[in-house]
């Protein structure tokens, strides 16, 4: 389905992928080149168990036990985010819906325009992601196959060993591609059912990238705009 460049009303999107897919630098340059406000659910959540809402203190009860915040709560705050947004804001979504009872109650109070999923290999992001290596006092992440140190293992900066998080260990790499793709098929099958679901392939951002933008910009750019463009 393509929206008319005319519309009048806001867009509303949802962008998804696995992680280490490029989902964050996607929506960096969504933000860059169109006029969309990017809504991440994790940053959220940060900000709530930082100002110490109801929100967050319940939230924080899950996530220190290592477990995801419940559908109810992940929906009460983001739905709580949009209606704080001025009237006539484009919109995009990053981490939320993660199940399909979110995707669902999502739906009942908001239209979703299109949903931008990009189907990375995963071969591509278990290579990508069990290369990083962090320097944990600056938060400093390198990677072995495209950013490495100038000394391997070794902090350009400081010097100080760099470390290698449990969460980039190629076995736990392993698990949450696993469960992400557990929860992702019925969420892109909901989509798709809808006729919004526009998926992107290829094993580099920049290959992915102009795709999405030529998208984009059939929807947000005027057609005047990108004739002169």
């Given at each position: 389905m393509r929206l008319a460049s005319s519309l009048r009303r806001a867009v509303h999107a949802i962008?998804?992928?696995?992680p280490g897919s490029g989902k964050g630098t996607v929506s960096s340059r969504i933000v860059r080149d169109f006029d969309m406000r990017h809504l991440s659910s994790g940053d959220l959540l940060r900000a709530e168990i930082a100002s110490k809402s109801a929100c967050g203190?319940?939230?924080?009860?899950y996530i220190t036990t290592g477990k995801l915040a419940p559908d109810t709560l992940m929906v009460d705050l983001i739905l709580s985010q949009l209606q704080k947004l001025p009237s006539g804001t484009?919109?995009?979504?990053d981490g939320f819906p993660r199940s399909l009872g979110q995707a669902e109650s999502?739906?009942?109070?908001e239209k979703v325009d299109f949903v931008i999923n990009l189907d990375v290999p995963f071969d591509t992001i278990c290579e990508r992601l069990s290369g990083r290596w962090t320097h944990l006092p600056s938060g400093r992440v390198y990677n072995v196959g495209f950013n490495p140190p100038k000394v391997a293992g070794i902090d350009d900066i400081?010097?100080?060993?760099?470390?290698?998080?449990?969460?980039?260990?190629?076995?736990?790499?392993?698990?949450?591609?696993?469960?992400?793709?557990?929860?992702?098929?019925?969420?892109l099958e909901f989509y798709?059912?809808?006729?919004?679901?526009?998926?992107?392939?290829?094993?580099?951002?920049?290959e992915i990238w102009p795709n999405v933008k030529a998208f984009l910009e059939t929807i947000l750019v005027d057609p005047k705009q990108r004739r002169h463009a």
């Open positions: 962008i998804m992928g696995p203190i319940e939230a924080e009860k484009n919109w995009l979504l999502l739906s009942e109070k400081t010097g100080e060993p760099l470390v290698q998080r449990e969460d980039d260990k190629i076995e736990t790499v392993h698990k949450r591609l696993q469960t992400y793709q557990t929860q992702t098929l019925p969420l798709r059912k809808r006729n919004i679901l526009h998926s992107y392939s290829g094993t580099k951002t920049d």
